[in-house]
């Protein structure tokens, strides 16, 4: 079979076709009538509803989809004539016999030309002369040039040829013109569904576990060993002389009491046991109230005589950061004239000598960000002089502020590191303050996460090897 | 004569930033043509950029949540930085049909990310469409920003969600929402316990000092190449310091 | 307004390295001036959110009643607190028993996040880094405790040593980045070529 | 126990269950108990910044202050004044002096603070490790204690070349530094995973603590009401 080569795109086609597989586009121009009759079967197949009986319906379908001028022309009433092909109108004469002769002549010549035009298009196939002397030739150029056959151009039906293919994309613009700018949800990509199936089996884990650990007790966990830090932090508390002013500085969030209050409790309770005189104050807004509740705890404990009133004052919220702390550090009474209640309290006993910081007899600051340990550390130690200067710390904070305590000079006097330094400060004094009641269900529930973070990690990264191997080789070979 | 009792360290800061300045100008004025400088390459800042693009042609939108550290001392230097980004992104995406949220903890951080994106509007003659809501403080201590700034990363829309400022431990519960909705979290922060959660829970985490060069990485401007190019040449001073210093100790002279 | 900006940015800056005298106070009245306009500012912001969310109430967009209770919390906070002072037992009270409980149930649900971060990390990036992060964090926990009568030698001391030492150090080389990064943040709005102020 | 507390305890008791109840699925009751606490937490910034601040250094200054100390805060009460037109959007642009004075004041104490409060004491901080009193009188004997410093100088250093930034640029091949920069900063990205790995255990121990006390609590509010 010979091909024809697509004058769109320049793929070849078997010469059969009448558009290009390739890009739809004709193959061959649309002139003869044989093709005409063609195209109108196709027509007749493209748009069933010409044929069918409920056609009328699907006609108003499709004139609704359709453009208004495409739907106008399809509703003109079909000519008797062939589409595509338009026959001149000769006017009938009564003839006289030299009339008719003429007429005859001239019909003949209609004929001829009419029998020209088909041979000229079968012509063009072959270029054998039909007619006149030169019958039986081939290859004649025409005596007149071509424009001496100007002849109408055959009027052409405006009706497209659509085929199936492109009425569906005319569909399809259709759908899109008239879907813009409506609102429609966005279909989010559905988190990773994995994620919450683990997240419930790591919540449902630790929720069964720490509640039968708090209810039934079981695993038992060894103490942490003294610790250095803990043991010089108690032996400095000790050394100071009995009902001095200490400034406490309660500087954690409410989200961390659980961990902060467990911490510094053993500190307050062995500066109350002492009968200290305390100071609260704060850098964050929250850090008054959390002072009041800790030492509202403090006072709960049997064995301590704790006047509330004439013991503690508080001196509220420094505000301004580093720069506040640094001015209350120079001058505390000035930046802090009034204490939460509206009193003045520097006229207290215990504390109408103090003119800076450095009057304190020590400075213990209860905090879990290491840059608010850093603004004590380099904004008042340097003003404090011998007052030592104690850190009750969150686990999170330590690895950063440990250095200050390393580091010679001193910068931290005195260190106490998360809930282990807590249970440690307690056993020095056989106490049993929240640290060590929590320290078994922290303890299994550490070792739990440590479990489930071992066997989650263990599953992803086979899960990531697979993936890439799987990546890494494409499902069979591509043609 | 002012009398003036000058400590040492005040003298050695001073020279310090006045060293640092002179770089900067230096780098501002002799180093012209951004074209010449190669950056390492930072797969948060690429996927940042792509992602933003993504969302101006696909409708979505951009989150940007500056913490709650305010503007002033050490922890303000973050929430600054992402001021710096938030900028590029209302450049871009101000004439998407969703332009970028913000929320922040903390409340002249959330008035100035009002005022980066009004001017982002100005310069693109499009200050009608300005809506002074898409800069929101969404609370005022650290977990009630994180609780009202969770609702909102995981909102519809949202396909990226990027974190830079001062956070605390709460920085976990606003990524773990995003997480929950399989959108893009670039984060970073100058607070070192975030930096642990970031590390562990984004999927482009920024480390130290990556979040301050945001400004060089997206947006092509000299001067914050210049500072870039300081930042560098001023590491390596720091570097040779801090090994003479070594050396000097060791030999007793310090 | 850049003017304002660098003016009294330099004035606070040069303060802080050289304490000359006058620089000094105004120095001083500047970050005190400072202090109360965060304070007003504050307040300020208090009103947007208030004014946020009314006009959600407003226009009846979804939540809208999680908005309502946002601001009747917040009026009640004010007329109680403010009526009774901040640390009266009414005020006492709503801290112990609302915030407290509300905050350090947000701060446990971190166990469960944090978890499930650490087991899904090496499917976001299998690298040498991810694993020596994992593998540093699990022996810094399991150094922390240890069971009676079972306990793996030298891993207290070898837990002790990773947090004093390597921990340490790359403690201080990230702080010392970000020093850097922070002082090119400041100087550029110093310089006036940042602007977030809307200059 | 009086009736205020017992009252409290069963309040906090299903604020917590509730709270809880997010890790499954985000509900309607979780969304309306965070707004109260974000109502209640804003509100309580503001007194706190009314009780300690506004009013004893702002309004008692003019109301009942010196001369002097009227002159000096009328400057912060103008400039109050215009932060306040931050409420209304269609006048909000007359804050800006306000924000512009505020990010100079910031942008100030931000390089103060990183070059006195940290450059500095950190660098004095390394050079004084290899302090000989320092080296003496430590724990370890001093030889240790030499290995430890050693190991804390190289890897601040390999940390802080981890984030140069300059590379170069070869034909046909991926952005990269100079070899040597490569290799160090390669150590000292190992450095800053176990740093950020050892801050993580520390997080996830408060967080621990936080959830075994909030267990506690839920466990004490039962007995309470279980035992007679």
Known sequence: MSEIRCSMCGEPNPDDLEFCQNCQARLKPMQSTFESEQSDELLQQSSPEIQGNDQNDRRGEINQELPSWLSEVMSEPESPVEPGFEMPEIEQQEPDAARAELLDWLESQQLDEQVQESEEVSQGDE???????????????????????????????????????????????????????????????????????????????????ILASLLFGGVEFAYPEYSTEVLTTSQLIGSIPNGVPVLVAVDYEPALSGEMDAILMPVLEQLVFKSSYLALVSTIPTGPLQAERLLSAVHQEDYFQFKVADQYTNLGYIPGGAMGLLGFAQSPNQIVPLDLTGNYPWQNPALQDISSVADF?????????????????????????????????????GPVIRPYYESSPKQVDGLVIGLSDAVTYDNMYQRTSTATVYWDTFSLGILLACLLIMAGAFISALVWLYKGMRAASPKGSKA | MIQMNVSSPGLIGMGFVLLFLILMLYFWVFRKDKTTVVLREITAYQKLIRSIHLAVEEGHRVQITLGHGGISEMRGSSALAGLVLLRRVSDVASLSDYPPITTSGEATTAFLSQETMHSAYETMEAERQYDPESGLLTGLTPFSYAAGT??????????????????????????????????????????????????????????GEELYVCGAYIQENRVHTASLLTQDLVRWLLILTIIGGVILKLAGVL | MAVIAVAAGLVVLIGYFLPMPLLGEVRALFLHWAMI??????????????????????????????????????????????????????????????????????????????????????????????????????????????????????????????????????????????????????????????????? | ??????????????????????????????????????????????????????????VVPLVSGTLQEYIWMVIPLVLGFLLMTRIIPSIAGWGKP????????????????????????????????????????????????????????????????????????????????????????????????????????????AGMAAFVERMNSLVEVVLAFLQP
């Open chain 3, 37 to 199: 306009l965060f304070a007003i500012a504050l307040i300020v912001g208090v009103i947007n959110l208030a004014r946020v969310h009314w006009l959600k109430v407003a226009r009846r967009q979804p939540g809208y009643i999680n908005s309502l209770a946002l601001i009747l919390a917040l009026l009640f906070l004010v007329v109680v607190v403010g009526y009774f002072g901040p640390i009266s037992p009414v005020s006492i009270w709503i801290f112990n028993y609302i915030q407290v409980p509300l905050e350090s149930s947000l701060m446990a649900l971190l166990v469960v996040v944090l978890a499930l971060g650490g087991a899904r990390l090496f499917g976001r990036h299998l690298s040498l880094f991810s694993v020596i992060f994992i593998f540093s964090a699990l022996i810094t926990l399991l150094g922390s405790v240890s069971i009676i009568g079972f306990s793996v030698p030298g891993l207290d001391e070898f837990a002790a040593w990773l947090s004093r030492v390597p921990a340490t150090a790359g403690a201080r080389g990230i702080l010392l980045g970000v020093a850097l990064g922070a002082v090119a943040t400041g100087l550029r709005i110093l310089t006036g070529s940042d602007r977030p102020y809307g200059g």
């Open chain 4, 98 to 205: 306000t924000l512009a004075f505020l990010v100079g004041i910031g942008a100030a104490t931000v390089v103060g603070g990183a070059v006195l409060g940290t450059l500095l004491p950190q660098i004095r901080g390394l050079i004084n490790l290899f302090d000989q009193q320092y080296l003496e009188q430590s724990a370890g004997n001093y030889w240790n204690q030499m290995v430890n410093s050693t190991v804390i100088l190289v890897g601040t250093i390999t940390t802080l070349t981890y984030f140069q930034f300059q590379a170069k640029s070869r034909l046909g091949q991926p952005v990269k530094r100079a070899a040597w920069i490569e290799s160090i900063s390669w150590i000292g990205k190992i450095f800053i995973a176990i740093t950020l790995g050892v801050l993580f255990a520390g997080v996830y121990s």
């Open chain 1, 127 to 209: 270029g054998l002369i039909g007619i006149g002397p030169l019958a039986g030739l081939t290859g004649v150029l025409p005596a007149e040039p071509d424009i001496s056959h100007i002849q109408k151009l055959p009027s052409q039906s405006i009706k497209l040829q659509i085929t199936e293919k492109q009425l569906a994309h005319v569909e399809t613009l259709e759908s899109v013109i008239s879907e813009e700018g409506g609102y429609h949800p966005f279909e989010r990509k559905p988190a990773p569904e994995t994620s919450s199936v683990w997240r419930i089996i790591i919540a449902v884990t630790f929720f069964l576990v």
């Open chain 4, 1 to 58: 126990m009086n009736p205020a507390d017992l009252i409290g305890m069963i309040v906090g008791f299903f604020l917590t269950l509730i709270t809880f109840s997010y890790i499954f699925k985000d509900n309607v009751l979780f969304r309306l108990v965070m707004h109260i606490f974000i109502g209640l937490a804003a509100g309580y910034a503001a007194i706190m910044a009314w009780y300690n601040v506004i009013w004893p250094q702002l």
């Open chain 2, 150 to 207: 969770m609702p909102i990363v995981g909102g519809d829309r949202i396909t990226t969600n990027v974190l830079l400022g001062h956070f605390g431990n709460e920085v976990g519960l606003i990524m773990d929402a995003a997480e929950r909705k399989g959108s893009l979290i670039v984060a970073g922060s100058e607070d070192l316990p975030a930096q642990a959660i970031t590390y562990a829970l984004a999927n482009e985490p920024l480390i």
């Open chain 1, 361 to 397: 007899a020590l400075v213990v600051v209860a905090t879990e960000k290491p840059d608010t340990a850093q603004n004590w550390i380099e904004q008042v130690k340097p003003l404090l002089g011998s007052t030592p200067l104690v850190m009750a710390l969150s686990a999170q904070a």
